[in-house]
């Protein structure tokens, strides 16, 4: 029975989960990987000196930054406090154009030629405008100037009076924040688009759109902008009686009101902004640092893979719930399954050489003594050993050969479904025409009505079963019989070679699917076999993700041959 042995697979570390059949110290990285630059390796980064960091922290606050500056315009805000402070000055002056009119017509003039007694209409204006704050001015039916509230008369001529703003507590108190506000608020649109206020040193109704829509009857209001991008709001209204217009009023105010309103509510915002924008700086460190840092520590863990830092190097574990934990049990498995094919490929090296090395220190010998022996009979005896070992050297390196190719053909063919009962009798049938006669029997003994299709390579899988039928052959006595069964086991289609031989000893059922392990019966000639049948058998039926074991079969205590199961997922459920 063509049988092969391996070494013992490498122990796992069970709290790294890595192989550790090494030293780690037995494997220093080559000079080479040593004298590389750093330049290349992921390094340690404060929270904002990390590029994803940075961007999870403006994409972050970006939306937020936006939302500020609209809610900092607050253009809706503002028209309706100018069109607060327009209805309150109309309100107003139509007061007070219905207190001129009743009481401060001069009596000496009645009808037509009846106008305004100018010394009670001054004093009059003054006193009703005086509570409100707002600059009054009185205009006469011919348009002239009869009086202003900015205007005191005295015996030396008149004194312009000119309103101070109160100081600005609130830019004191916050001295670079109130100067930062000032200088966002300065580039915020002011309603520059507004008409120029300008003020003659003699004043007339012509002068103003809104006092001479007044003269005609109408009450207007009109927004405007001084130098200082300050809004001045102004309202004319007719002085009437009995629908006889006999002059306008027109109040004035500038926007110190609104703008006190629309500081105190920028503020408010710009506070909560600041709070916000504390919590979402310091959710995105957060955020930031829980991604870079364990995809630092797994960088840093494959650049000690690819400069070969340890043998095998250790994937730090990422105790979480998410995708970095699941990425980096991925990559701890990934660099487990690849150090274990590495050592075994390392491994398979050093038995091929050992293998080879046997046929080849014989043949050598053969050689080197032929060459000195002269003898005819000796020499034959000789050539006849040299033909031997070339022989068993073409069959080990052919089946090392497709050992080596296993892997990438498993991972590369496509695979197709493959009925195993007609593989079975395909088999059967094949051994059966082919035997002279001294041969054993073939029994198939299959499952027909089962579904016994599995999903693989067909040549793959053939050469398993060709493999465990030449194993049974061999160790099958003379007229004995081989029985092949197949049959479905829940998920499972089972594969059975049953042969009558003399079994397989109790302490090699595992052995015998090791490399290079050959145990064969007493009359077969040495090197018939490389030992690698049954190893590849086990490395095709796990591709295919299966089972392959190997039992004895018994009456009572007696052992009436040897059985091998394969096990193979089926391909239909």
């Known amino acids: ?9 490498p122990r796992l570390d069970p709290r790294l989960g890595d192989v550790d059949d090494e030293p780690a110290a037995a494997s220093a990285p080559p000079l080479a990987a040593r004298d590389e630059p750093a330049r290349g390796r992921p390094r340690w980064r404060s929270p904002l000196g ?3 960091t940075r961007r999870i922290l403006a994409v972050n606050v970006l939306p937020l930054l936006i939302l500020v500056a609209g809610l900092l ?3 809706e805000y503002r028209k309706g406090l100018v069109q607060a402070e327009l209805d309150a000055l109309r309100t107003q002056a139509a007061l007070i154009a219905n207190a001129l009119g009743e009481g401060t017509i001069d009596r000496a ?22 509570p409100t704050g707002a600059r009054a001015r009185l205009f006469g039916a011919d348009g002239a100037l009869l009086a202003d509230t900015r205007l005191l008369s005295s015996a030396g001529g008149s004194i312009y009076i000119e309103r101070l703003e109160p100081p600005d507590d609130d830019a004191a108190v916050l001295g670079t924040a109130g100067r930062i506000y000032g200088w966002i608020v300065d580039r915020l649109p002011q309603g520059r688009e507004l008409p120029l206020y300008q003020e003659r040193e003699v004043q007339t109704a012509a002068d103003y759109a809104e006092v001479a829509r007044a003269l005609e009857g109408e009450v207007d209001g009109v927004v405007r902008r001084d130098a200082a991008d300050r809004l001045i709001l102004s309202v004319a209204v007719p002085v009437q009686r009995y629908k006889q217009v006999l002059g306008a009023v027109m109040l004035s105010a500038d926007d110190q009101l609104i703008r006190k309103a629309i500081r105190s509510v920028r503020f408010d915002i710009l506070k909560v902004f600041a709070v916000a924008l504390a919590i979402t700086v310091l959710l995105s460190l957060y955020l930031g640092g ?10 840093r863990a494959a650049e000690r893979v690819k400069r070969g830092q340890g043998r095998p ?16 049990a991925s990559l701890r498995t990934m660099t487990q399954v690849l150090w274990q094919r590495l050592n075994a490929n390392e491994r ?10 046997n046929p080849l220190t014989s043949l050598r010998s053969a050689v080197e003594t032929a060459a000195r022996v002269k003898d005819p009979d000796q020499q034959r005896r000789l050539m006849a050993i040299i033909q031997e070992d070339v022989g068993r050297l073409d069959r080990l390196i052919t089946d090392i050969s497709d050992a080596s190719r296993l892997d990438a053909e498993l991972s590369r063919d496509a695979t197709e479904a493959v009925d195993v009962a007609r593989l079975l009798d395909a088999l059967a049938e094949l051994h059966t025409t082919t035997d002279d006669g001294s041969g054993p029997r073939f029994r198939v003994d299959v499952a027909r009505h089962q579904d016994l299709a599995v999903t693989g390579l067909e040549s793959r899988l053939g050469q398993v079963l060709r493999n465990l039928i030449a194993n049974a052959v061999s160790f099958s006595p003379p007229g004995g019989t081989i029985t092949l069964r197949a049959a479905r086991r829940g998920p499972w289609v089972v594969a059975q070679v049953e042969d009558e031989g003399p079994g397989i000893p109790d302490d090699k059922l595992e052995t015998i699917f090791s490399r290079f392990y050959s145990e064969r019966p007493s009359g077969e000639k040495f090197g018939t076999h490389s030992g690698l049948g ?39 459920p």
């Open 1 to 9: 029975m063509a049988l092969a042995t391996e070494p013992p697979p």
């Open 109 to 130: 003039l009645t009808g037509e030629d009846a106008r305004l007694a100018i010394e009670p209409a001054r004093h009059m204006v003054r006193r009703l405008v005086e």
């Open 50 to 52: 990390s590029p994803l």
């Open 534 to 572: 049954l190893s590849i058998s086990k490395q095709i039926v796990e591709a295919h993700g299966g089972t392959i074991v190997a039992e004895n079969r018994r009456s009572g205590d007696r052992v009436t041959g040897a059985r091998f199961t394969v096990s193979l997922p089926a391909g239909h």
């Open 348 to 357: 398979f090296a050093a038995d091929v050489a050992h293998e080879i090395k």
């Open 73 to 75: 315009y607050v253009g």
């Open 313 to 328: 190097p250790v994937i730090p574990e990422i105790r979480r719930r998410d995708e970095i934990a699941h990425l980096a």
């Open 290 to 299: 829980t991604i870079v840092r364990p995809i630092l520590r797994l960088a």
